[in-house]
């Protein structure tokens, strides 16, 4: 049978490139079909690489490569159904008995020192099995420490940690970078403060909560509480619903919400759609499967395309207050911080409430002052008194 091509599969028409990241499997390792091969990581996204046939696998490219789209990376040999030779990696000594050890005791070998040649099988025919090599560790003598004696005590000193460390930047985080950059430069870009009384909004889901979760599958978070703010307040702000391109601007009149999700290679702003039409489960649940697909490198570049804004929760980290950057060409962006109990004057009282400080970054290129601070104004209200989305005010 033919050898089987394994090739980096088309991204989108932006992406040309890309670091081939990780392999999943090691050269000469029998692969199932399906199974997932190498990782990609690309200025946008990162992405997987499966096998389209079962066979032995031949890498023609190592860990840390720029692949183009299209470039043949490994061979399959869908003929072969089983290894010939051991790994070199675990290659330890032979059993003392004819058969060779098993692949988990190699392992077990190689890990713990202990020859299986010295461990008596109880398996067919006296093989070595991995239960004899645990109970072989588990019996062998700690060694000690350090030793002492009467003149004085030896201790082994610990080795130095390295004092630096240097790894690539990955595309994707270069390209935020970029991006972060670009934002600061291109951009007027202010911030306005605000604080916001999560007590209703705490007590709301308090209430429903668990009537939530028995209809539904899943909790009422936050942030559909915030989206369905921020689209309110679209409404009523438009001017912050929009975007220039170049001396045009463009007004948007759809409610596509960008909301910020923190993953092991950068922040990502997947975007949720029609949030205008959407209820509070339908938000929780499109937020939770992007938020799930971004981690696991599942997303695709249709998933961040199109947004005319974005929320962002550094509060799910413990920050206090900060001012987010716009994510281009969206003219601002939303920023979340962490709910604490605070006293604040209330009707001429001093009362305990839970707090949260948010702030809205802007293009003041083209959004007034005057915009920005009645649109955080309308998020401030509806997180307070939830009703006013019931009745549009």
């Given at each position: 049978?033919?050898?089987?091509?394994?090739?980096?599969?088309?991204?989108?028409?932006?992406?040309?490139?890309?670091?081939?990241?990780?392999?999943?499997?090691?050269?000469?390792?029998?692969?199932?079909?399906?199974?997932?091969?190498?990782?990609?990581?690309?200025?946008?996204?990162?992405?997987?690489?499966?096998?389209?046939?079962?066979?032995?696998?031949?890498?023609?490219?190592?860990?840390?490569?720029?692949?183009?789209?299209g470039q043949m990376v490994a061979t399959i040999d869908p003929a072969a159904v089983a290894p010939t030779t051991p790994s070199p990696a675990i290659e330890t000594p032979k059993s003392k008995?004819?058969?060779?050890?098993?692949?988990?005791?190699?392992?077990?070998?190689?890990?713990?020192?202990?020859?299986?040649?010295?461990?008596?099988?109880?398996?067919?025919?006296?093989?070595?099995?991995?239960?004899?090599?645990?109970?072989?560790?588990?019996?062998?003598?700690?060694?000690?420490?350090?030793?002492?004696?009467?003149?004085?005590?030896?201790?082994?000193?610990?080795?130095?940690?390295?004092?630096?460390?240097?790894?690539?930047?990955?595309?994707?985080?270069?390209?935020?970078?970029q991006r972060l950059v670009a934002a600061q430069h291109e951009a007027a870009m202010l911030t306005t403060f605000n604080e916001v009384d999560m007590s209703a909004v705490m007590a709301l889901?308090?209430?429903?909560?668990?009537?939530?979760?028995?209809?539904?599958?899943?909790?009422?978070?936050?942030?559909?509480?915030?989206?369905?703010?921020?689209?309110?307040?679209?409404?009523?702000?438009?001017?912050?619903?929009?975007?220039?391109?170049?001396?045009?601007?463009?007004?948007?009149?759809?409610?596509?919400?960008?909301?910020?999700?923190?993953?092991?290679?950068?922040?990502?702003?997947?975007?949720?759609?029609?949030?205008?039409?959407?209820?509070?489960?339908?938000?929780?649940?499109a937020i939770g499967d992007a938020a799930k697909r971004a981690r696991e490198g599942k997303i695709t570049l249709a998933d961040f395309e199109g947004g005319v804004f974005t929320i962002t929760?550094?509060?799910?980290?413990?920050?206090?207050?900060?001012?987010?950057?716009?994510?281009?060409?969206?003219?601002?962006?939303?920023?979340?911080?962490?709910?604490?109990?605070?006293?604040?004057?209330?009707?001429?009282?001093?009362?305990?409430?839970?707090?949260?400080?948010?702030?809205?970054?802007?293009?003041?290129?083209?959004?007034?002052?005057?915009?920005?601070?009645?649109?955080?104004?309308?998020?401030?209200?509806?997180?307070?008194?939830?009703?006013?989305?019931?009745?549009?005010?």
């Open positions: 049978m033919p050898l089987l091509e394994v090739k980096i599969p088309p991204m989108g028409e932006s992406i040309t490139s890309g670091i081939l990241a990780k392999w999943h499997v090691a050269d000469g390792d029998i692969v199932k079909k399906d199974q997932p091969l190498f990782e990609l990581e690309t200025d946008k996204i990162t992405s997987e690489g499966t096998a389209e046939a079962a066979g032995r696998i031949s890498l023609k490219s190592a860990a840390g490569d720029e692949v183009k789209i008995n004819e058969n060779p050890p098993s692949p988990a005791v190699r392992r077990l070998a190689a890990e713990t020192g202990i020859d299986p040649a010295t461990v008596a099988g109880t398996g067919k025919a006296g093989r070595v099995t991995k239960g004899d090599m645990l109970g072989a560790a588990n019996a062998a003598p700690t060694a000690p420490q350090f030793q002492i004696s009467n003149l004085k005590s030896e201790i082994a000193p610990t080795p130095a940690a390295p004092r630096q460390t240097r790894r690539k930047m990955s595309p994707l985080r270069a390209k935020i970078a889901r308090a209430k429903y909560q668990d009537d939530f979760v028995k209809k539904n599958g899943l909790k009422l978070g936050f942030m559909s509480f915030f989206t369905k703010a921020v689209v309110h307040a679209l409404k009523e702000v438009p001017g912050v619903n929009a975007q220039l391109d170049g001396d045009t601007i463009v007004e948007n009149h759809y409610y596509d919400i960008g909301i910020a999700v923190s993953t092991e290679k950068g922040l990502m702003v997947p975007v949720i759609r029609h949030c205008d039409s959407l209820g509070m489960a339908d938000i929780e649940k929760n550094g509060g799910t980290f413990g920050s206090l207050l900060s001012t987010p950057i716009i994510n281009p060409p969206q003219s601002a962006i939303l920023g979340l911080h962490a709910i604490n109990d605070r006293p604040i004057a209330l009707n001429g009282q001093v009362v305990i409430r839970p707090m949260m400080y948010v702030a809205l970054s802007y293009d003041h290129r083209l959004v007034d002052g005057k915009e920005a601070v009645t649109f955080l104004v309308k998020v401030k209200q509806v997180i307070e008194d939830p009703a006013r989305l019931l009745i549009a005010i």
